[in-house]
């Protein structure tokens, strides 16, 4: 009789462990891909759309190429014949095209040929009327961007051409006396905060001198942005806003202008950016997702954004969240680039502050080779702006950096945090900062993990958490 129970005592532990070893299998499958394992399915979804064979050459609406007939109307009307016909290209051919804002349409490609400038107007009144994008994380009218879309699936701009936005001119305008420039913030911070409805937040006024970005798709989905070369636009460079599914590859932009960002996802959700080069006059990449009232009200995060191959040069940051971040930035992925400039200064930046909050969380490098950044290799700052005056202290956690070089900077990690409000999960691996002139800072930490990080000739294998020294 024991031996009888002990026998089916036996059966029923096998039993169990069978149903333990079956369950834990399935909650390991059923768990969703961490880090670096979630790239394969991001890039899964971002796919390049595809047009019908068909061109649309804007010189058999009336374009011509002398850089001095302003060709507006032709390149209007090859892009609704195009959109009518059910999609294809429009194609530019060579020669110097005089043109006002460019609005595309469902199933469009603008396409630039090698050989081939749009020269977009310096002129005021052609980016009339006023068109709904996002100045500087808050929604409003301004000038149209000098390439446009709302609510389009299926666009692109592609070629071997040039775009040329004539930005010197706006720059000179921005400048302008009495400072009109920040009393255009001013305003448009006083509509958000009292909660002006957006279509009454109308600028697009000579008394504004808000430049009009350079390409800006709003609301769209399945988008191209192509081998061009950009240079000197007014403003950003390639702002995509509240689109899905976006691709940039192969550009070089070129703009040292006031707040010439490269290419700025603004609350945008699968994007790549992708073998283009930068050297412009502020942040090369800047991810971003709108700014204090305005920016909590949308509450859009930006998110699966994958920068690779990338070469950057001057610029206040290679690839940079905030500081219109409100909405919040995760899963952001930069791999095998190349980073070199003593006019740029930090390689991976996270700027922000207590009256912007949000959060920046997941965010991946790893394989990136900088010869010199002015600055940090990585900077981390809550103090930015407007310092901590507010009430949403920011949240930035699993900050991650592998295999990444560098040859010369003013710091390796400079990370300035609130107490209250740590940036935390920093993991450093396998990474060598030389010719590095000052100490780490790291003020407002927790769970900073070095793992064989050498700094100039000294080892770091340890974590750092409150109350010890970095």
């Not at 369950?23 to 595809?50: D, K, Y």
């Amino acid at each position: 009789m024991v031996w009888k129970y002990r026998k089916m005592l036996k059966s029923v532990v096998l039993f169990a462990c069978v149903l333990w070893t079956v369950s834990c299998h399935n909650h390991a499958m059923s768990q969703p891909p961490m880090g670096w394992e979630q790239l394969p399915e991001i890039l899964g979804r971002i796919e390049a759309p595809v047009f019908p064979n068909r061109e649309f050459d804007i010189t058999d609406f009336g374009a011509d190429g002398d850089g001095r007939t302003k060709c507006t109307e032709a390149f209007e009307k090859a892009v609704g014949a195009c959109h009518l016909a059910g999609g294809g290209r429009v194609v530019v051919p060579e020669g110097v095209f005089l043109t006002g804002p460019i609005h595309l349409r469902s199933n469009v490609c603008l396409h630039v040929s090698k050989g081939a400038t749009i020269l977009f107007s310096d002129r005021f009144e052609d980016y009339l009327p006023p068109v709904l994008i996002r100045w500087e994380g808050r929604e409003c009218y301004n000038l149209s961007p000098l390439i446009y879309a709302n609510g389009c699936r299926n666009i692109a701009v592609t070629g071997k051409g040039t775009l040329d936005g004539q930005g010197e001119k706006w720059w000179s305008w921005r400048r302008g006396p009495g400072e009109p420039y920040r009393k255009s913030n001013e305003q448009n911070a006083q509509w958000a905060q009292e909660n002006v409805p957006v279509e009454k937040r109308v600028q697009g006024k000579k008394d504004f001198h808000w430049c009009p970005t350079f390409i800006s798709p709003v609301k769209c989905q399945n988008v191209l942005i192509e081998g061009l070369t950009i240079i000197d636009g007014p403003f950003w460079n390639v702002h995509p806003l509240y689109c899905e599914n976006v691709t940039v590859r192969n550009l070089i932009i070129k703009n040292h202008g006031p707040n010439g960002d490269g290419c700025n996802p603004d609350s945008c959700r699968d994007v790549l950016i992708e073998d283009c080069y930068f050297d412009t006059g502020d942040d090369c990449i800047a991810i971003k997702s709108g700014r204090n009232t305005d920016g909590r009200r949308v509450n859009i995060p930006s998110e699966n954004i994958v920068v690779r191959r990338c070469e950057m040069k001057d610029g206040h940051g290679g690839v940079v969240m905030g500081s219109e971040m409100s909405g919040g930035v995760r899963n952001v992925f930069v791999e095998d680039c190349t980073m070199d400039s003593p006019n740029l200064d930090r390689a991976l930046r996270i700027k922000t502050n207590s009256v912007r909050g949000g959060f920046v969380e997941n965010v991946y490098m790893r394989n990136v080779s900088i010869g010199q950044v002015g600055d940090a290799v990585l900077r981390i700052n809550f103090y930015y702006g407007e310092k901590d005056t507010g009430q949403f202290p920011p949240r930035v956690r699993n900050i991650n950096m592998e295999n990444v070089t560098s040859k010369k900077s003013t710091y390796g990690l400079r990370i300035q945090a609130y107490e209250r409000a740590p940036a935390t999960d920093i993991r450093i691996e396998n990474c060598s900062f030389q010719n590095v002139a000052k100490p780490n800072v790291l003020e407002g930490v927790e769970d900073v993990r070095f793992n064989n990080v050498r700094i100039n000739e000294e080892l770091f294998n340890k974590t750092i958490n409150p109350g010890s020294k970095g």
